[in-house]
């Protein structure tokens, strides 16, 4: 049974950081790519950070520089360091394949809000 548990959103301050935890199954990184994504209010779902099993790395245009995303295999646990956030950044985010559609759930997510 696959899980997609997310943690580790809050509200903090523009200019602040967080550091969201996404605990998996065992052996999801090397079967998917796996992704960071976020709804914002009004908004629809963006993708805006991807790896993959080899460690490649992408990200969305608007947090180049700000988020890097990461694995941890013997957890199962994937990272999303958020560092300079800003207003724009408020979202639940989600973890889950790219495309989302190879696991075919999401989970409940975990809400960031910034805000002064």
């Known amino acids: 049974q696959v899980q997609l548990v997310e943690s580790g959103g809050g509200l903090v301050l523009p200019g602040g950081s967080l550091r969201l935890a996404c605990v998996t199954s065992?052996?999801?990184?090397?079967?998917?790519?796996m992704g960071w994504y976020r709804q914002a209010p009004g908004k629809q779902r963006e993708l805006v950070a991807t790896i993959t099993w080899s460690g490649t790395i992408g990200y969305t245009d608007s947090v180049k520089g700000r988020f890097n995303i990461s694995t941890d295999s013997a957890e199962n646990t994937m990272y999303l360091q958020m560092n300079n956030l800003q207003p724009e950044d408020t979202a639940v985010y989600y973890c889950?394949?790219?495309?989302?559609?190879?696991?075919?759930?999401w989970g409940q997510g975990t809400q960031v809000i910034v805000s002064s």
């Open positions: 065992a052996n999801i990184f090397g079967r998917y790519v």
């Open positions: 889950n394949s790219v495309p989302a559609s190879r696991l075919g759930f």
